[in-house]
């Protein structure tokens, strides 16, 4: 069974463009979720969507956005690019059983450089 | 406001040489607390989940055990293939899916 993939795996740009990430969950799977992993932070969640909706952000500002599509693939707009967005970008898939928590299943991430 | 601490922040063992793994956590009602792997660079690998107080679950030389304030990962006769970063985390009733985790422990173990 292939696991959680991302794309690009690494990705370089400059302050004040946009990046957009992507991720296919594992097949079965339709909750998606997103987190940044910076260095020393740890990783703080972003972003869960889940059968096509947004359900639930973390603390970040509204230039980091995104969407799931109808395959529950997603992908994840960074606009506005600041330095400190420099990170390893982590997504994770999971089955929405609504009961006990769902096990999070991550990618490999993709890589984040803002220059 | 729910949070997790790891400790200790780095562990250095010598092959063989078995020791714990500490996860402390404060959540309003935990739903679940999840343990996993990270190389470097690499996403986290799934290793455990654990649901309520008593419970254990064990893989190869990995144990983990869960109580009602914190959780613990035994290594037993560890490789230098176990040397890794270990991440736990928890999700709480009503989080509304995301996972709240700790910083690590940075494990690395000798030959």
């Known amino acids: 069974e292939a696991g959680v993939t991302q794309s690009p795996t690494h990705l370089i740009k400059t302050r004040g463009q946009q990046a957009t990430l992507r991720c296919s969950p594992i097949s079965g799977h339709t909750s998606v979720y997103w987190y940044q992993q910076a260095l020393g932070l740890g990783l703080q969640f972003l972003l869960w969507y889940d059968e096509g909706e947004e359900r639930n952000r973390g603390n970040f500002p509204p230039r980091f956005s995104g969407r799931q599509f109808p395959n529950y693939s997603s992908e994840l707009n960074v606009n506005a690019l600041e330095l400190e967005d420099s990170a390893l970008y982590l997504c994770?898939?999971?089955?929405?059983?609504?009961?006990?928590?769902?096990?999070?299943?991550f990618g490999p991430g993709t890589r984040l450089t803002v220059l | 406001e729910d949070q997790v601490t790891q400790s200790p922040e780095a562990l250095r063992l010598q092959e063989g040489e078995s020791s714990s793994l500490n996860c402390s956590y404060t959540?309003?009602?935990?739903?679940?607390l999840f343990w996993y792997r990270q190389d470097p660079g690499k996403g986290p690998e799934f290793l455990f989940t654990l649901y309520s107080a008593g419970e254990e679950k064990e893989k190869e030389r990995l144990k983990a055990t869960l109580t009602k304030k914190e959780s613990f990962l035994h290594i037993t006769a560890p490789k230098p293939e176990d040397s890794a970063t270990y991440l736990c985390?928890?999700?709480?009733?009503?989080?509304?899916?995301?996972?709240?985790f700790g910083k690590g422990t940075k494990l690395s173990v000798k030959p």
């Open positions: 985390a928890v999700q709480a009733w009503g989080s509304q899916g995301n996972l709240i």
């Open positions: 959540v309003s009602g935990l739903r679940g």
């Open positions: 994770a898939s999971s089955p929405r059983t609504g009961g006990v928590a769902d096990t999070q299943y």
